[in-house]
Nanobody
Framework: QVQLQESGPGLVKPSQTLSLTCTVS??????????WSWIRQPPGKGLEWMGA???????FYNPSLKSRTSISRDTSSNQFTLELRSVTPEDTAVYYC??????????????????WGQGTQVTVSS
């Protein structure tokens, strides 16, 4: 069974860098068939796709976040990571990692993905 688990700090100060890790079990992040994404949902708002890395290691970003976002992977640990720089309170959200068989759209929905992590709340506050 495929499982994804987000980990990282729940509280980040403004202007700092948010770093999250997604640990995957039951599937390889180097598989040719999948995209591994970061998605977030601010309070009271819809889902926002942030970016993805595919099995070949190609990386795709939401253009609106590209200047502040980096996605990378550690194949030996079967993990992929998100860095979001220069955070503000507007970056407060539940952050998810998820798997899909096609590249998600910027406006995304839960049913674009076949497996999700449980999500982790990140609050940006001083």
């Amino acid at each position: 069974q495929v499982q994804l688990q987000e980990s990282g700090p729940g509280l980040v100060k403004p202007s700092q860098t948010l770093s999250l890790t997604c640990t995957v079990s039951g599937a390889s992040i180097t598989s040719d068939y999948y995209y591994w994404s970061w998605i977030r949902q601010p309070p009271g708002k819809g889902l926002e796709w942030m970016g993805a890395i595919n099995g070949a290691g190609s990386i795709f970003y939401n253009p609106s976040l590209k200047s502040r976002t980096s996605i990378s992977r550690d194949t030996s640990s079967n993990q992929f990571t998100l860095e979001l720089r220069s955070v503000t309170p507007e970056d407060t959200a539940v952050y998810y990692c998820a798997r899909s068989i096609s590249l998600p759209g910027i406006i995304t929905t839960f049913d674009e993905y076949d497996y999700w992590g449980q999500g982790t709340q990140v609050t940006v506050s001083s």
